[in-house]
């Protein structure tokens, strides 16, 4: 068996033009007897020798008549010549986007499986390359034209759109995987009621049963981990018409933040547009959209009169709170998280009642 990494890959490339003037020193042959014997102009016999002109099927044949060399040798010659000089540029393209390497989290892609680890830098270029899906860096920007608009403004923390568009590559990649039926808006509304009952319950039963009545609804729910850089809780785009995806990072590791970054993204879908993609954790979005679906997400989760009603009796105790997450069917976690939110519960108070979750690599 041949070992393909140590396949002679010349740094060169010699033209059939080389070739063919080659051959006329051998015959003693001068250009204007071939452009006679061949009926190829002298002009064209010229850019042949100097490489400016491809050997076509139609050149190849006059020249195996002409000087009994086989067609095949002539396009064989024109083909390898092409391939190296390809090669090449390639070879080019990458030695110039290797900088672009440096805002792919390569490490953490490699841990999770997502991609092969490649000692060479561009090799492993490539194959982050392949795992996008694109031909080089340049295509890129017209796959995900949006990230560097989303993290226009400034963050807290350092930002890579790179990272980001891996984070979202990989949730592409599962939700192909997952069977949907046409998007149903009316089913969708009708499951999330469904779904919500489901937040008391472990992952085990949860993920996969929230995927499944979703997936009937024409939604894909996928859960893929964060990556260094990416800061993004959740995002929700449309990979058409009829298939939405709804993905989650679980950034933060807490029911409370989960179930409602599930509902947030389940109120743009219902909401808003199917051309935008948005994400959660990013700047430069529509504000006033976030805001639609964060009052979704609330009002989804905890029906307002009955929060309203608990939020006047002024006891935020464990059993209190507790006994209301209950009376409501939801996870007291849940309730925990929008007290805090809301200014009405110390951020380091009742944080037991939420559920911790974690990744099985982790």
């Known amino acids: 068996m041949v070992d393909a990494q140590n396949e002679f890959q010349p740094d060169y490339a010699v033209s059939p033009g080389e070739v063919l003037s080659v051959e006329l020193e051998l015959r003693g042959m001068t250009q204007q007897e071939l452009a006679r014997r061949t009926g190829i102009t002298p002009k064209h016999i010229i850019s042949i020798l100097k490489a400016k002109s491809a050997i076509t099927p139609e050149t190849a044949i006059k020249f195996e008549r ?9 396009l064989n010659l024109e083909a390898h010549y092409q391939e190296i000089l ?26 999770m499986n997502w991609i092969e680890k490649v000692k060479d830098k561009k090799g492993q270029l490539v194959e982050i390359l392949r ?10 920007d017209d796959m995900w034209p ?3 608009v989303a993290y226009r403004q400034n963050q807290t ?29 009316a089913k969708f509304r009708e499951v999330l009621d469904e779904i919500r009952g489901l937040t008391t319950e472990d992952p085990a039963h949860f993920i996969p049963t929230m995927q499944e009545l979703c997936s009937m609804a024409g939604v894909a729910v996928v859960f893929v981990p964060s990556l260094p850089k990416t800061g993004v809780s959740g995002a929700t785009r449309w990979l058409n018409k009829d298939k939405a995806i709804i993905q989650l990072s679980l950034r933060y590791k807490t029911d409370d ?25 990013a700047n430069g979005l529509d504000q006033e959209k976030e805001h639609e679906a964060n009052i979704f997400a609330e009002h989804e989760l905890i029906p307002p009169k009955a929060f309203a009603k608990f939020i006047s009796e002024r006891n935020f105790s464990k059993a209190a709170i507790c006994a209301f997450a209950k009376s409501i069917g939801i996870s007291p976690g849940i309730v925990v998280g929008q007290l805090q939110h809301k200014g009405l519960l110390d951020v380091t108070f009742c944080n037991g009642l939420k559920r911790r979750f974690k990744w099985a690599h982790e």
């Open 66 to 74: 002409a000087l009994g060399m086989p067609v095949e040798y002539w």
């Open 86 to 111: 390809a090669r090449l540029a390639e070879e080019e393209q990458l030695e110039r986007d290797l900088d672009w390497l440096k805002h792919i989290p390569v490490n953490e892609m490699t841990k």
């Open 131 to 140: 795992f996008f899906g694109i031909a080089n860096v340049e295509q890129w």
């Open 146 to 148: 949006n990230l560097n």
């Open 157 to 185: 923390h350092e930002v890579f759109p790179e990272a980001v568009s891996a984070w979202l590559r990989q949730g592409e990649l599962k939700a192909a995987s997952i069977s949907c039926e046409p998007y149903n808006k």
């Open 257 to 281: 933040h989960l179930w409602f970054t599930f509902f947030h993204e389940a109120g743009h879908i219902l909401l808003h547009g199917k051309k935008e993609l948005f994400l959660e954790g």
